[in-house]
């Protein structure tokens, strides 16, 4: 069965700090998709990126980077220099390859950045 | 493109009553999911249409149905509905193999 876990149920830093969220997957497929999606409190989910199990490569996106590990079978998501507009609820979200456009997702990370 | 759209924004409804949602997809995707958000189970995946197909179904009861057209629009019912049947019901669209992109939801309260 496959699971993900956001460990961190809320975050709360000040303006400008950086912050991580964590994400642990749990699967037997050797080939899914991971994703990162951001809630604001509107409650439109927002699709932040995508990656396959093969590419283990980071990537980053102005402010926001992602690092994934097959090894410990997590996949982080990096905010540098947070601002108030980044305040949001964020999901981690698993994807096998057959059944590519079921997501299971994680419990969300309720991220607050304080002016 | 116009995003994914949902219809209604907001419903309420009582106990065993039930309740249609409408989804229309981001135009050329063909395939449409459905989830369903409570505090309680966060987000839940209930089915998948793809050309008019259920291709995936999460595990909800059978009062929990939908269906899709030729033009890739979908709806979901809910059957004889439940205080616990209130949620979020959130609608993504997306290309074969491809993220999903969702829309702002439906937001069912069962009283």
């Known amino acids: 069965a496959q699971k993900v876990t956001q460990a961190q149920t809320e975050i709360s830093v000040v303006e400008k700090e950086d912050v991580t969220l964590d994400c642990v997957y749990e699967t037997r497929d050797t080939t899914y998709y991971l994703f990162w999606y951001k809630q604001p409190p509107s409650g439109e989910l927002v699709f932040l990126i995508r990656?396959?199990?093969?590419?283990?490569q980071n990537e980053i996106s102005g402010r926001y980077s992602w690092n994934f590990q097959k090894s410990t079978s997590s996949f982080n998501f990096t905010i540098t220099a947070s601002q108030v507009v980044d305040s949001a609820v964020y999901f981690c979200a698993l994807s096998e390859a057959g059944g590519a456009q079921k997501l299971v997702f994680g419990q969300g990370t309720r991220l607050t950045i304080n002016p | 493109k116009a995003g994914v759209t949902q219809t209604p924004r907001y419903l309420i409804k009582t106990r065993g009553q039930q309740v249609t949602l409408s989804c229309s997809p981001i135009?050329?995707?063909?395939?449409v999911s459905w989830y369903q958000q409570t505090p309680g189970q966060g987000l839940q995946f209930l089915f998948e249409?793809?050309?008019?197909?259920?291709?995936n179904k999460g595990n909800f009861p059978g009062r929990f149905s939908g269906r899709q057209f030729s033009n890739s629009r979908s709806e979901m019912n809910v059957s004889t509905l439940e205080l616990g049947d209130s949620a979020l019901y959130l609608c993504?669209?997306?290309?074969?193999?491809?993220?999903?992109?969702f829309g702002p939801g439906t937001r069912l309260t069962v009283l």
């Open positions: 990656r396959n199990s093969f590419d283990e």
């Open positions: 249409y793809f050309s008019e197909t259920q291709r």
């Open positions: 135009s050329g995707h063909r395939s």
């Open positions: 993504a669209s997306s290309e074969p193999l491809s993220e999903q992109f």
